[in-house]
């Protein structure tokens, strides 16, 4: 009986099968948007409220949770609420606003891919814009000279150092006539180019071909009788010794190539005097047996008129063969600036094999990389001898060496220092 005394009671577990908690289980298990509009009775919440407030599943006051209620929340069963997005076949999300979701490593990927095709097509292009230059350059002509053979003070010349600047280029420019044989027998133009980085200035300096200054292994002699002794390298010594500046390269062009090189440039335009259009229309007619029509004032030409225009001497004299050269020369580096880059190179393609120099592929690629600018640079012209500072005997045009050579590095330097 005593055991029995001491028996728990059925109905002390009542609560754990009772229909009141079987209701709170089912509470718990009840998605926060209830219908149910019973109110209750301790919270006083109306029933259309209900649903924003958790049940609770326990009444003990150490079990259980306050709940307040915000119009503005929406209680989440955190037991059932399941992120759609998660498990969606869908590539998108509302984070994205419809973009699609892309791996980080495949975005990578992606740009290494543009990154790699773009150093590609630029590497390509400068791997033609190489090669293109070098076929360019290998259809010129290099021919060095030495001139450390040449290397005399002449007795008339001033005894100053050899002038040079290294922001200034000095290059010979030779226009050589050929007998029919097609031997050279004399350079007919000799006109120093000096090309003046520093302050952006192109200067021309015409030497008349009846100079008489003393021509090294040669002695006392024209100067342009220094090409058909010595070449490039006795001409361009001579002038360095009796006139004392430094001439760092030479370019050779024969005439006959010259007016073939005007005619791919599509002509040049030359302004005339009348005199100058009347006897260059004698010439053709007496020459070629052809009529040219020249009229004072601009004229365009094509290489065979540019080449007589050029050669004009019984009109005047040499002096005003000279300037017209000059005159040609501007033409020309007015003609090119006009030119698109397709054409120029096809130009310089299809003349290019016609030019000697000493250039070297270096130099070359240098002038032809600054040629823009190089070709927007102020011309200036200059000649030599210079008027009242020569004499003249049986067509020989003797110079005072001192005071031209001193005129000639004002015009090309700057200055007439002859402590240099």
Request: proline residues 4%.
């Amino acid at each position: 009986m005593a055991d029995n005394h001491h028996r728990r009671s059925p109905n002390n577990d009542r609560d754990i099968y009772s229909s009141t908690s079987r209701e709170r289980q089912r509470n718990l298990r009840r998605p926060p948007h209830s219908n149910s509009n019973h109110t209750d009775a301790n919270s006083g919440i109306p029933p259309n409220r209900k649903s924003a407030v958790k049940h609770t599943t326990n009444t003990s006051p150490q079990n259980k949770r306050s709940t307040a209620y915000h119009p503005k929340i929406e209680e989440i069963d955190r037991y059932n609420y399941v992120d759609r997005d998660l498990y969606s076949s869908s590539r998108k999300s509302k984070a994205n606003r419809g973009r699609s979701i892309v791996p980080p490593s495949k975005k990578k990927h992606k740009g290494k891919k543009i990154i790699l095709a773009i150093v590609c097509l630029i590497f390509t292009i400068l791997v033609a814009i190489a090669i293109f230059i070098a076929v360019m350059i290998s259809r010129i002509n290099y021919q060095p000279v030495d001139t450390a053979s040449y290397v005399q003070q002449p007795a008339d010349a001033p005894t100053w150092d050899v002038i040079s600047d290294q922001d200034i280029t000095n290059i010979l420019l030779l226009g050589v006539d050929r007998s029919e044989d097609g031997t050279v027998r004399r350079s007919d133009t000799m006109m120093l180019l000096s090309i003046d980085h520093k302050s952006k200035n192109l200067r021309m300096t015409s030497f008349l071909r009846d100079l008489f200054v003393e021509v090294p292994t040669i002695g006392k002699t024209k100067l342009n009788a220094a090409y058909g002794q010595g070449g490039a390298g006795l001409t361009m010594q001579t002038i360095e010794n009796n006139f004392r500046v430094n001439i760092d390269h030479y370019i050779e062009i024969d005439f006959e190539n010259f007016t073939n090189l005007i005619d791919a440039m599509g002509g040049i335009e030359i302004e005339m005097t009348q005199a100058e259009a009347n006897y260059m229309s004698l010439w053709y007619r007496g020459e070629y047996g052809e009529n040219i029509n020249l009229r004072e004032g601009m004229n365009h030409m094509n290489g065979k008129a540019a080449l007589t225009f050029a050669r004009i001497r019984k009109l005047d004299s040499d002096f005003g063969r000279t300037g017209r050269q000059r005159q040609v020369m501007i033409a020309i580096f007015d003609k090119f600036k006009t030119l698109n880059p397709i054409h120029m190179a096809s130009v310089f393609y299809g003349y290019g094999q016609y030019i000697t120099t000493d250039l070297s592929s270096g130099n070359i690629l240098s002038l032809s990389t600054q040629a823009s600018k190089i070709l927007g640079y102020q011309v200036h012209t200059f000649h030599i001898p210079i008027e009242g500072l020569y004499t003249e005997i049986d067509y020989n045009l003797i110079p005072d060496l001192p005071a031209t050579s001193a005129k000639l590095r004002e015009f090309i330097y700057g200055t007439n220092n002859t402590a240099n």
